[in-house]
């Protein structure tokens, strides 16, 4: 396997690289990672986002030449890497064809449980915390782990704190360390990523948080569970950007005795969920059954193409399976 993908990286010519819908600061991280990884190796590359980045995600890309996907321009290259994502479903609508449809070899990179069979080469790890650990150990098989320069380990440092919480979820393990201390000892400082990600609050923002605590949390103290929820006005109300929202599900879970957080969102396409979870309680499965999404076992996302009411509706009716 290893020596195929070395193979196959060595012969390509023209990369492109791709990520879920939403970028997250893994899926950002591990763009990066992997650009920085083709700047090495010598590879014309292509970024190519299904949307744009929430704006705190922007100054990572800076040094690299980016573009949202755009149905009517016809995109040249004789590999597509698929990073962070492992269905082509999770590009969305408008970009999913274009992925499906890639006649040459597709290759992915991920850390999502159950891949779809559509890439030639597959590197899956779901027992790992972020993509960019799987990028980081795939270079090490390879005997590439050189490559991993200060660039590079922007990136990874990027997607291994934002999808660990900052080092504390169950998914993360001793090697998650070693790979953070190999960053440092690149030159990396660290607080910079987590003043560039955490400390860049707007006063709207926080409002929009204080307000979704104080007025719109629903607990279900004696099932564990907590919802808060956001009609499309109550976010035009605090000039909701995008990213504004995000953490606020694990506010929900932080509080005591709570195992299960729903944060549910609207939009003009239709409701947007975000489920966490901690302990015996997984949220994958459901959301993939009543919300046509699904994620990790203590971090899913799921979608209702309809209003705020008819979700809250469907998710009450079914809440007791969670
Ligand atoms: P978030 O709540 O941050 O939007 O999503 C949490 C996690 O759930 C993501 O890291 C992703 O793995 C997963 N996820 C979110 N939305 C979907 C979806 O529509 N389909 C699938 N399969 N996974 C999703
Ligand atoms: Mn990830």
Redesign the pocket.
Known sequence: MVQDLRLTLEQSKQWLITT?K?P?G?AVGSVVAWAALAQQLNKPYQILFPDQPAAYLLPFLSAYEWSVFDLTLSYEADILFCL????P??VGEQMSDFVSGFESTKVMLDH?P?PDTFCDLMVSKPHLCSTTQVIYECLEELGWVSYVNLAMAQGIYLGLMT?TGSFRFPSVNAKTHQIAAHLLSLGLEQFKIHEAVYDVNTVSRLQLRGFAIAEKLQLFEAQGIGIITLSKAELERFNYQKGDT?GL?NVILSIANIQVAI?MMETTEGV?????SKGERFV?AF??KY??????QY?????WPSDLQSALDRLMLHLKEL
């Not at 947007?272 to 966490?276: I, Y």
């Open positions: 879920h939403g997250d893994d962070d994502y492992n269905a479903g999770r999502h159950g999808d995000e599900v944060f947007k969920f975000s489920f966490r994958n959301a993939q919300f046509g999404g699904g994620g990790h971090a899913a996302g799921g979608f």
